[in-house]
C-alpha cells in the first residue's frame, strides 16, 4: 500500500498537469461463476472443499455457491503523453467480499514501437496465462488449473523492460523484470497450516494465525517466439521468500491447583506486549526458483496448449515441485469443447533433522468444459473438474494431503 | 446416378441451392485489405497478419501503422479473422482482451461501415483496415484480397 501512495504522489500531479490533453479510456473484464463439488473426499476441515483461487482463498464445498469466483475488474487508461502511458485496474472479488483492490497500476513508456518500459503494480509473468489469469474471456477455462496457479504472490511491484523483434516469420518479444511483493494476513495460509505446517513459534503448541509473505529480489525474464501458427514462451525468475506468521497459543491453565487444568487461556502476546511471531527457519526463509516452458499450437480448427514449470526452493528440504498442464480446444465459431489434463509432484530432496527425503506429494486434475461464445463479448463456460491426490501418504501424510474433489462449474465471463 | 436424380428431383433442387448459396458466399465475402494510395509499402499475408495481430506496429517503408477494423458484427471481419488470421472470431476477440489488460496492445478502431473506413484511410496516409471488395472505391489503394 505504501508503493501505491508513493505512485499515486508521483503520478497524479503528472495527470493533473496533462489533464487537458489526457483521454481516459474504460474498459473491464469479469465473471460470474457458481460452482459445487459433486464428489469427493472429507478434508481436515469437515468438507468436501475444492480450491481454486489461492490469492484470496476460495473454495467451493458441497452446497451451491455464487462469490468464490465471481469479480468484476475495471481498467482506465491514459494517455499522459504520446510516449507515455499510464494504466490501472480496480478489481472486486467475491472472495474478497467484494472490496475493491488496485490491483494493477503502471506507467508504461515507449522509446520506440517496439521497445518500452513498464513501472508499477503488475501481475507477475510466472505461467504462460499468469499475466491475465483473471480475465477469463481470455482463457479457454473457467479459471487457469490450481495444480499450477496455486500460489498467494501473484503480483509485484517494479519494472518490466520490453524489446519486440521481428526475425523472418517469427515475432519475438523479450522481457526482463525485477521487483518485490509483500502480502499480509494472507488467508489461504490457513489451509498449509492446518495440515502440518511449517511455523515454528517459540516453544509450546499453538494453534493457529496470519501469515505475512514477502517476495523481494524478484528478478527474471520472459521469451515469446510466434508465428504464423504457435507460440513458445521461456520464463524464468528467482525471489527471495520469506514468510511469517503471528500465531497464538492456548494455555491449559489450572486454576485451584488440583493439578487438573481446568481453563483455557488464549496466548497470543509476548510479556512486553508484541505479537508472537515464529521463528525464522530454512523452511520460512530460502531462495525460490521458477522455470517454466510453455506455448500453443494453433491448427485449423484445434489448439492445444501446453506448460510446463519447475520449481525449486534453497530451503532445508531442498523442495522440488514440477507442473505441467496440456489442453486441448476445438474452435468451432460458436462452441468450444476443452479437455484439459495437469499434474504437480513435489519432492523433498534434503533431510532436514531426520525427516528424510523422498516424494513428499503428487495429484493430477482433469478438466472438461465447453464454452459457448453467445456474444462477441461474452461467453458461457461450463466445467467439471476432477481432482485426485496421487500421492504417497506416509511418511508425509499431514504435509501433503490434498483431497480428492471433483467440481462442477458454469459461468459467464465477459469484457466490456 | 441419372436415374437416381430423376427418381429424386428434390436433391437436383436442393443440391443448386446450396451451391449457388456457396456460390453468392464466397463472392460476397471477398474481403479486400486497403490503405492509403501514398502508402508504397509491400504486403503479404504474413505482413498484413502481423500487423493486424499488433505484432508488427509498422509499414515496411518505416511509418507507424494504424489500425482500422469494421464491426465486430460485419461478415467481412469474420472472413477477415478466418482467411487472414487464421483464428475464429472469437478467438480474436480473446486474444486483443488478453493484450488489452496486459498493457501489450490496442485493437485496431472499429469503424461503423465501410464508407467511413474509405474516408479514414484515404484521409491518413499510415491507415491499413479492411473492407468487403465490392465496397473498395478509387480513393483507396488495395493490397491484397482474400
Given at each position: 500500500m505504501k508503493y501505491l501512495k508513493i505512485m499515486a504522489v508521483i503520478?497524479?500531479?503528472?495527470?493533473?498537469?496533462?489533464?487537458?490533453?489526457?483521454?481516459?479510456?474504460?474498459?473491464?473484464?469479469?465473471?460470474?461463476?457458481?460452482?459445487?463439488?459433486?464428489?469427493?473426499?472429507?478434508?481436515?476441515?469437515?468438507?468436501?472443499?475444492?480450491?481454486?483461487?489461492?490469492?484470496?482463498?476460495?473454495?467451493?464445498?458441497?452446497?451451491?455457491k455464487l462469490k468464490p469466483e465471481t469479480?468484476?475488474?475495471l481498467q482506465a487508461r491514459a494517455d499522459l503523453l504520446d510516449n507515455l502511458t499510464v494504466t490501472t485496474q480496480i478489481v472486486a472479488k467475491g472472495a474478497d467480499d467484494f472490496s475493491?483492490?488496485?490491483?494493477?497500476?503502471?506507467?508504461?513508456?515507449?522509446?520506440?514501437?517496439?521497445?518500452?518500459?513498464?513501472?508499477?503494480?503488475?501481475?507477475?509473468?510466472?505461467?504462460?496465462?499468469?499475466?491475465?489469469?483473471?480475465?477469463?474471456?481470455?482463457?479457454?477455462?473457467?479459471?487457469?488449473?490450481?495444480?499450477?496457479?496455486?500460489?498467494?504472490?501473484?503480483?509485484?511491484?517494479?519494472?518490466?523492460?520490453?524489446?519486440?523483434?521481428?526475425?523472418?516469420?517469427?515475432?519475438?518479444s523479450a522481457s526482463i523484470f525485477g521487483g518485490r511483493e509483500e502480502r499480509e494476513d494472507i488467508s489461504a495460509h490457513d489451509y498449509w497450516r492446518n495440515r502440518g505446517g511449517y511455523y515454528w513459534p517459540p516453544e509450546g503448541t499453538y494453534v493457529s494465525g496470519t501469515a505475512d509473505v514477502t517476495w523481494s529480489e524478484i528478478l527474471g525474464v520472459n521469451l515469446i517466439a510466434s508465428n504464423d501458427w504457435m507460440e513458445y514462451r521461456f520464463s524464468y525468475f528467482t525471489t527471495h521468500y520469506e514468510t511469517y506468521a503471528d500465531v497464538f497459543f492456548m494455555d491449559e491453565v489450572d486454576t485451584n491447583g488440583d493439578g487438573i487444568a481446568d481453563i483455557t487461556v488464549e496466548r497470543r502476546y509476548n510479556a512486553d506486549g508484541t505479537p508472537i511471531r515464529s521463528n525464522s527457519s530454512s523452511v520460512t526463509e530460502f531462495d525460490l526458483a521458477f522455470l517454466g516452458l510453455s506455448g500453443n499450437l494453433g491448427f485449423d480448427y484445434f489448439t492445444l496448449l501446453f506448460d510446463y514449470n519447475f520449481v525449486s526452493y534453497d530451503d532445508g528440504y531442498g523442495f522440488e515441485f514440477p507442473t505441467f498442464l496440456v489442453t486441448a480446444i476445438?474452435?468451432?465459431?460458436?462452441?468450444?469443447?476443452?479437455?484439459?489434463?495437469?499434474?504437480?509432484?513435489?519432492?523433498?530432496?534434503?533431510?532436514?533433522?531426520?525427516?528424510?527425503?523422498?516424494?513428499?506429494?503428487?495429484?493430477?486434475?482433469?478438466?472438461?468444459?465447453?464454452?459457448?461464445?453467445?456474444?462477441?463479448?461474452?461467453?458461457?463456460?461450463?466445467?467439471?473438474?476432477?481432482?485426485?491426490d496421487e500421492g504417497d501418504r506416509s511418511p508425509w501424510y499431514d504435509f501433503s494431503y490434498h483431497n480428492d474433489a471433483t467440481l462442477l462449474s458454469i459461468g459467464i465471463d465477459f469484457i466490456f | 446416378?441419372?436415374?437416381?436424380?430423376?427418381?429424386?428431383?428434390?436433391?437436383?433442387?436442393?443440391?443448386?441451392?446450396?451451391?449457388?448459396?456457396?456460390?453468392?458466399?464466397?463472392?460476397?465475402?471477398?474481403?479486400?485489405?486497403?490503405?492509403?494510395?501514398?502508402?508504397?509499402?509491400?504486403?503479404?499475408?504474413?505482413?498484413?497478419?502481423?500487423?493486424?495481430?499488433?505484432?508488427?506496429?509498422?509499414?515496411?517503408?518505416?511509418?507507424?501503422?494504424?489500425?482500422?477494423?469494421?464491426?465486430?458484427?460485419?461478415?467481412?471481419?469474420?472472413?477477415?479473422?478466418?482467411?487472414?488470421?487464421?483464428?475464429?472470431s472469437n478467438q480474436v476477440n480473446a486474444y486483443w482482451s488478453k493484450m488489452v489488460f496486459t498493457g501489450k496492445g490496442i485493437p485496431p478502431q472499429e469503424m461503423a461501415s465501410a464508407s467511413e473506413i474509405i474516408s479514414a484511410i484515404a484521409a491518413n496516409e499510415d491507415a491499413i483496415s479492411y473492407v468487403d471488395a465490392n465496397d473498395v472505391t478509387d480513393a483507396v489503394k488495395v493490397v491484397a484480397t482474400f
Open positions: 503520478l497524479l500531479p503528472i495527470s493533473l498537469m496533462q489533464n487537458a490533453i489526457a483521454e481516459i479510456q474504460f474498459s473491464g473484464y469479469g465473471s460470474i461463476v457458481a460452482g459445487k463439488v459433486i464428489s469427493g473426499e472429507i478434508d481436515p476441515s469437515g468438507e468436501k472443499e475444492f480450491q481454486v483461487d489461492f490469492y484470496d482463498y476460495a473454495f467451493y464445498t458441497e452446497d451451491v469479480m468484476i475488474a475493491p483492490d488496485i490491483d494493477w497500476l503502471y506507467a508504461t513508456y515507449n522509446f520506440s514501437d517496439d521497445f518500452y518500459i513498464m513501472a508499477g503494480r503488475r501481475n507477475l509473468p510466472m505461467y504462460y496465462f499468469s499475466e491475465y489469469m483473471e480475465v477469463s474471456f481470455a482463457t479457454p477455462w473457467l479459471r487457469p488449473p490450481t495444480n499450477l496457479y496455486w500460489w498467494e504472490i501473484t503480483q509485484f511491484n517494479g519494472l518490466t523492460l520490453v524489446k519486440n523483434f521481428e526475425f523472418d516469420e517469427w515475432s519475438l476445438y474452435n468451432h465459431d460458436t462452441w468450444q469443447p476443452y479437455i484439459g489434463y495437469t499434474k504437480a509432484a513435489g519432492k523433498i530432496t534434503e533431510d532436514l533433522d531426520g525427516f528424510g527425503v523422498g516424494d513428499a506429494e503428487e495429484h493430477r486434475m482433469i478438466s472438461l468444459g465447453l464454452r459457448y461464445n453467445f456474444h462477441s463479448n461474452a461467453s458461457l463456460k461450463l466445467q467439471i473438474d476432477d481432482f485426485k | 446416378m441419372a436415374n437416381l436424380l430423376k427418381n429424386k428431383p428434390w436433391i437436383v433442387v436442393l443440391g443448386s441451392i446450396s451451391l449457388s448459396l456457396l456460390t453468392i458466399n464466397q463472392v460476397n465475402a471477398a474481403v479486400a485489405v486497403i490503405v492509403n494510395p501514398k502508402n508504397t509499402s509491400v504486403f503479404d499475408k504474413s505482413t498484413i497478419k502481423k500487423i493486424f495481430l499488433g505484432k508488427s506496429k509498422s509499414f515496411e517503408n518505416g511509418r507507424p501503422a494504424i489500425t482500422l477494423s469494421p464491426e465486430k458484427s460485419a461478415p467481412e471481419r469474420e472472413e477477415f479473422n478466418r482467411q487472414v488470421l487464421n483464428k475464429s
